[in-house]
């Protein structure tokens, strides 16, 4: 147990720009086999405020991985292999957002190209100062932040789409698809203001104030690959390579 004065002390040692915050609501799962280098990094994550969790490998870190919180694993590659980036791929496996750093004891250019085949966001490759390591573990819990909320969003979106009845649902995608009131009375062999009727139910169930509105959340809730509809940010999109990452051009 740490006391008071260990505290200040961690919080003066703390990295220029680091704060409580949001990061406190964030965990760095740790996958080394060291011991000795899990507790290193433990300590300098939470110098950061980075709340911390270790494992001896990509075994246990699936077995114990049940933390909803935004975070990023940090992978530490010791021996030549494949161990670290299959640790990426079944993560990826399970559906799981979080994003993947690696950090290599030496600058292996093979570790790092199976790396980002694989998946992985960011590889330092040893000797990496402090202040980069920590730099891009927040920015790799900040990418996991934006697509957890992505997520959430999406998943309200469909559960408004779950409440329409199969004639709103049907309007819906007619009006995705361009169609105009008439068109669709056409289409579904209804009247004009029975389109009308199903259309405002609709729009009221959907929380759309315009077509254009109503288009966007639609392919938004029901898109199945990464990139987002116009006006939701995918997530590290425009963000600068940071650190010592290794070139695999």
């Given at each position: ?105 030496s600058p292996r250019v093979s570790a790092a190209v199976g790396a980002m085949r694989a998946g992985a966001e960011d590889f ?121 990452r290794q070139r695999t051009d």
């Amino acid at each position: 147990m740490t006391t008071a004065k260990e505290d200040s002390t961690a919080a003066d040692a703390a990295p220029k720009g680091t704060t409580p915050g949001a990061a406190m609501d964030s965990v760095v799962h740790l996958v080394d086999e060291d011991p000795g280098a899990r507790d290193r990094l433990d300590r300098l994550m939470r110098r950061a405020y980075l709340p911390c969790r270790g494992y001896r490998d990509s075994d246990d870190l699936l077995l114990r991985l049940n933390d909803d919180r935004p975070g990023c694993v940090l992978v530490t590659l010791r021996t030549p292999g494949m161990a670290g980036v299959r640790t990426q791929q079944r993560l990826s496996d399970t559906g799981s957002t979080l994003s993947v750093v690696f950090l290599g004891d030496s600058p292996r250019v093979s570790a790092a190209v199976g790396a980002m085949r694989a998946g992985a966001e960011d590889f330092l490759a040893n000797p990496t100062d402090d202040d980069t390591l920590i730099e891009t573990v927040q920015q790799a819990v900040a990418r996991d932040r934006r697509r957890k909320a992505r997520q959430s969003a999406r998943l309200a979106l469909r559960q408004r789409l779950a409440r329409l009845t199969p004639r709103e649902r049907e309007t819906l995608e007619a009006v995705v698809s361009g169609l105009s009131n008439k068109g669709i009375a056409e289409s579904l062999s209804i009247s004009p203001k029975t389109v009308e009727l199903h259309r405002a139910h609709m729009m009221h169930k959907m929380r759309a104030g315009s077509v254009a509105e109503v288009v966007k959340l639609y392919l938004f809730a029901t898109e199945a690959a990464t990139p987002p509809v116009t006006g939701f940010p995918l997530p590290g999109h425009g963000e600068r390579p940071i650190g010592n990452r290794q070139r695999t051009d």
